[in-house]
């Protein structure tokens, strides 16, 4: 098995530049690294050549629409490594690669004015350097020939002297630079990005059951009930709505209060029991209202600023019309029964799965999934929930997300995918633009940093938007079972500081915890029941809600998980951390939000910090101007060594934001 | 530039498994890994899928005579993280991939085992098994298949619990697992693997001047000089001789003694000024005799153990018959002479540069350059030390490489670049199965440690090896001009312990080391003048390097730079680590090379230090048997906390073998 001989003209057509270590890039290219619309993408590589001439690299980058190549230029930092950075305008599927080139006369120049400066005869090396001119001119197109053609024939007659001078002309330079023929030109393969708009990152999302919205537990509540609560979600702060299904629901082993096996005939049933005689996937629960009430919500939704997350839940109902029309579609077992879905020590009797690789499954389950997201895509929905994704095919996602979003470039997916990290990470990695984490189980002050570095400076970074979510009609957290309020306002804090996109399932503003004993989800589930609730009830926690949505919008810094720093802050208790402004790569730092969270919900603290002051450039002695943006006041810090004192009845955390004294804030 | 559509069907064939992270692997796969025959190669990679079904995965690995894939099983670690290895039995180009496939009758097997726990009906389920054995029997070539259906056959008619006792079987899962069609099987792609003999990488290297083996400084030393010089220098324990270019040496610009630019008639030039007229790099210099001659010397060396190591410099002296038949190899500057070599601030006046993209030079200088290793190849030379590799371009040599490793799979190649370290490390990807390092250096503590610990835990570990020479011809470190016999103790031994290959320009057995003043280069070097040396002279270092290079032979652990391990010894002068002789991966240590380096030549040193009992799963008072391998007594150690006293003038380092108490040695 040795390589066949190759024949030394081959080999020497070769590329002679190497560009190694490209970042950012995703398992060497084979899936998009991901960036948001405005944002600068910073790419760097190793360049480098044998010997020691001069070499010059730019980005090459394009997006959906772009005929060629855009270009940006990299500048080498140090040990071979260079960098260079340019900022998508559209979203979509773009890509990058890096040209690098040797610079002859560059090199030429350099070499020159060594010489020139150690007093040596130079006259041969003028004449090399008209030479190169000379073959610069030839080999580029007339209008960046003719500078350079210029200088050769103003310069040739010249003494050395006046050669050398010439020859070292800036404008020489910029002549030469512009018809450089590149030699030796190298592109590296082109690496994929996927740009969305800004809410794939940032976003904050409140989920509610459209049938609990009437305000009356004896009525089912439809879409304009929901219509008359957006004003309120709105005033929250929140961006994104977000139904669990909402179609017709199974009758079949429907569930009831409580998860339960013995509804009554009353019982609304789980809405992930998905299909009846009414419909499946693209139909809508009658008591929920029309189609056309759908899209009046989604319209109205949009005025008020705010889009509808559906849920996509692929499992059906035994009455699901599918299972009648495309039995090819799911796994029949010998006696002709179905095996119902599991998800140890989880039943759910009310639904059943499909089968992916079935007898007729391809493609026509395939196509049928997508359809129903394009469907729902075409009546205004471009965010999609999916509920347990990593329990399908990745072939399916990656290419029904590529398929969605070839007509939908626009199309967010949120991951639910509770299960092993790598599993997770692959989801991202096939197209979710987000994911849920298990930020929800992480309390201590070491597993919080720990995660949060993870995702932010290993490989995830590139790839993988937590979606911090702090409650879930399926997760009622033990923390919060017992915190009382403090632990809502702690965990709000958590979700709306640390990440970019953060969500709360309704009850929590209001501190609803009640369990199902012993278990960490909620009596009486609103997934089984219709739950009406008081908005006003006294130890809300809206207000604080709010501010911190503000907050949010009003600071760059806190629109994404990416850059945070964790500092000293000497109370195990504790957790402390910065976020600085986004600005240019290596820019000056001007202003950082600074939040300290207690996560002991019972009792004060008072404990020693350090001011990041070396992060403004500033010595362990400087001032800074600090804003608390909960309390609205301002004040200044001066030195390093600071002690906080935090009060989990006040307010368990405090939001500020730095700025350099003198900065323009 | 959206990807096109891709119909469903084309996306279902798409791989459902997951294999991600394979390693080793250099740069996805672009490069090669490189190792040496007999050692086992460690395959690891995430290995996933959706659900929860049970997964199986193998390593295919074939050499360069095997007509199809050998495989090896591999293990669930944790966290999806899968671990198998194969051990290379030939040399030359090998691949490896894996293959992952999704295990039915096992998933079948673990759940109807907790079905049955759960004291569940199972009935459906035994129908369920015996449809998979059918299907599996179905699938598979006869012979697999009978065990397989006349399983089915003989259960069939059984009573629910004894399908059970058959279906959990041992022999049915043996059978089915032969059987098995491997549903949803995955293949990753390919990776290339060099596995080269046992010499790249354990090998000590000894350097000399064949002119300057006469014994008789007003005669030229010849190769059947050498031929009598053999025996010492395998009696001291060294197996490659290494000899500067045994070429025709050029008379224009020929160097005098110390470099200067007036020689007399008599004196010899640099062997580096490659040709004249009496021919070039394939052509024998006529003092040191015929090419029988050095046919005879080659099959001398290996009659003592002893292989030739010849250089490989591209570069000509201005009589180089090249210059004249083929002047398309080389640049000329605008009035027809040539720019001779530099290296600032070395100046080569006495040679001139190929131009590998002459207009002539490829394919002619390319194949000509080729051809001159092959010429030495096909005269029984198979390794090459090669000058200045980072001055010429990446394509060449690694085309030219590839070339001859297809005829000659045990060619070595020994890199002389020394320079950054990214350019170093691609020419061992390129195909250099040794290279030069910073290791001439690096005389700190913290300064070594760090550079180890780059080369052995990062990326280079899996392509880069570190030759670690103590001098060169060009190199007479400053800190050994200052150090004294302890110093040259002290850099034999680091250079014997740290790397398994290590080399010695002659001089440097009897400390030699008077400089040209404020350089770090030899008085009267050797490279200009014949040198004539005492070999006995007192206060030589020939005992103990002859000591060094028997321990490296009789401890697998020295015969790599891998493996090697720093512990604390609480002095910043005392460089102390261990090795554990090689064993499968994850088993317990049974030996340990462990080695203390004084930095320090001039004053004896005692310092705290601890005994590394952790690593052979002994308790912080556990006993170990040491055995002192330089002095050659024995004793025991109890506890971890130990003191270590070296002396330079007596001996300034310590090498022992750790035995764990009761463990056969």
């Not at 002709?336 to 690789?357: C, H, L, R, T």
């Not at 004040?635 to 323009?664: C, D, M, S």
């Amino acid at each position: 098995m040795p390589d066949a001989s190759v024949d030394a003209a081959e080999a020497a057509g070769r590329p002679r530049i190497a560009i190694e270590a490209v970042t950012p890039s995703v398992d060497a290219g084979r899936f998009p690294v991901k960036t948001i619309i405005g944002r600068a993408v910073t790419v760097e590589a190793d360049i480098f050549a044998d010997g020691h001439e001069v070499l010059r690299a730019e980005i090459l980058w394009r997006g959906p629409d772009d005929a060629d190549w855009r270009r940006e230029p990299m500048a080498e930092l140090v040990n071979d490594r260079w960098r260079g950075a340019f900022t998508p305008t559209g979203i979509g599927p773009h890509s990058y690669a890096i040209e690098a080139w040797r610079d002859d006369f560059g090199t030429f120049r350099r070499d020159l004015t060594k010489k020139r400066e150690a007093g040596i005869d130079v006259a041969l090396e003028t004449d090399e350097g008209l030479q190169l001119l000379e073959d610069h001119a030839s080999a580029a197109p007339a209008e960046l020939a003719r500078p350079v053609a210029d200088v050769v024939l103003r310069t040739r007659p010249s003494d050395v002297s006046a050669r050398v001078t010439a020859l070292l002309d800036h404008a020489t330079a910029a002549a030469a630079k512009a018809a450089d023929p590149r030699a030796h030109a190298t592109r590296s393969a082109p690496l994929p990005l996927e740009v969305e708009r800004i809410r794939a990152e940032f976003a904050s999302w409140y989920e509610l059951f459209p049938r609990s919205e009437s305000g009356d537990p004896a009525r089912h509540g439809a879409f304009r009930d929901v219509i008359r609560r957006l004003p309120m979600i709105r005033d929250m702060g929140f961006d994104v709505l977000y139904f669990p299904p909402i179609h017709p629901i199974g009758k079949t082993n429907r569930k009831g209060p409580n998860n339960t096996l013995t509804p009554g005939p009353q019982d609304t049933g789980s809405p992930y029991a998905i299909g009846s005689e009414e419909g499946g996937h693209d139909a809508i629960h009658p008591e929920l209202g029309t189609l056309e009430d759908f899209q009046a919500l989604v319209r109205a939704a949009k005025e008020h600023g705010l889009e509808i997350a559906l849920d996509f839940a692929i499992q059906c109902s035994p009455d699901h019309p599918w299972l009648k029309e495309q039995p090819g579609w799911f796994k029949w077992r010998p006696d002709g029964s179905m095996k119902y879905a599991e998800n140890p020590p989880k039943k759910y009797q009310d639904i059943v799965n499909v089968d992916f690789y079935g007898p007729d499954a391809v493609p026509g389950l395939w196509e049928a999934l997508r359809d129903v997201v394009l469907f729902w895509a075409e009546n205004g929905v471009k965010t999609f929930r999916v509920d347990n994704p990593h329990t399908k095919p990745f072939p399916f996602w990656e290419w029904m997300i590529a398929e969605v979003k070839r007509k939908h470039p626009d199309a967010i997916f949120l991951s639910e995918a509770f299960t092993r990290p790598k599993v997770m990470y692959r989801l991202a990695k096939i197209g979710y633009s987000q994911s849920y984490t298990y930020f929800t189980w992480r309390n201590h002050k070491h597993e919080l940093a720990a995660y949060l570095t993870e995702l932010t400076t290993t490989a995830p970074k590139d790839f993988f938007r937590p979606h911090f979510f702090v409650n879930t009609p399926d997760i009622n957290p033990f923390f919060l079972q017992t915190s009382g309020r403090p632990g809502f306002l702690i965990r709000a804090a958590l979700a709306t500081t640390l990440s970019g996109l953060w969500g709360m399932y309704n009850g929590f503003e209001v501190c609803e915890s009640a369990p199902l004993p012993g278990k960490e989800e909620y009596l009486d589930s609103e997934k089984y029941q219709i739950r009406i609730r008081n908005w006003n009830q006294p130890g809300n926690i809206i207000q604080e809600i709010t501010r911190l949505n503000r907050i949010r919008r009003e600071n760059p810094a806190l629109q994404s998980h990416l850059g945070v720093e964790f500092f000293n802050c000497f109370d195990d208790q504790i957790l402390y951390y910065g976020k600085p402004r986004p600005s240019a790569d290596g820019a000056e730092i001007q202003d950082m939000i600074l939040v300290f969270v207690t996560l002991d919900p019972n009792y004060e603290r008072t404990a020693p910090y350090e001011l990041p002051l070396w992060r403004f450039d500033l010595p362990d002695d400087g001032t800074v101007a600090v804003e608390d943006l909960m309390r609205g006041n301002s004040f200044t810090l001066t030195g390093k060594n600071q002690t906080i004192y935090l009060n989990p009845n006040e307010l368990p955390f405090h939001v500020w934001r730095l700025t350099k004294q003198g900065a323009a804030i």
